[in-house]
């Protein structure tokens, strides 16, 4: 079964800088695009930035140029790299991965989510 798991999320003060890493689980014919969405209690989950494989890369506003996104594709991997954190950074972290996987003997397009990772902001 192919599986998406993401880690590296913790508690770290106003200016920190914290990584995040996705990795796809299995053996999955192929990655499109993968990327990470965080959501606020009480919000709708929002998209942070995403990457295809090829390396494009696209960013919400609020990013303003704080974090970065890269993949491995060797790895099967995607990473965030966040730095000058803010308190209203804090979210529930999420990775997702669009992708081509086998399924009972045929191929399907899929997009799976993560079980997300925490990122608390406070001093």
């Known amino acids: 079964q192919v599986q998406v798991a993401e880690s590296g999320g913790g508690l770290v003060q106003p200016g920190g800088s914290l990584k995040l890493s996705c990795v796809v689980d299995g053996d999955p014919i192929r990655i499109y695009t993968m990327g990470w969405y965080r959501q606020i209690p009480g919000e709708q989950r929002e998209l942070v930035a995403r990457?295809?494989?090829?390396?494009?890369?696209d960013y919400a506003a609020f990013v303003e140029g704080r974090f970065i996104i890269s993949i491995d594709n060797a790895k099967r991997t995607v990473y965030l790299q966040m730095s000058s954190l803010r308190p209203d950074d804090t979210a529930l972290y999420y990775c997702?991965?669009?992708?081509?996987?086998?399924?009972?003997?045929?191929?399907?397009?899929?997009?799976?989510w993560g079980q997300g990772t925490q990122v608390t902001v406070s001093s």
């Open positions: 997702n991965a669009d992708l081509q996987r086998r399924l009972y003997g045929g191929i399907q397009r899929a997009q799976l």
């Open positions: 990457i295809t494989t090829a390396g494009g890369t």
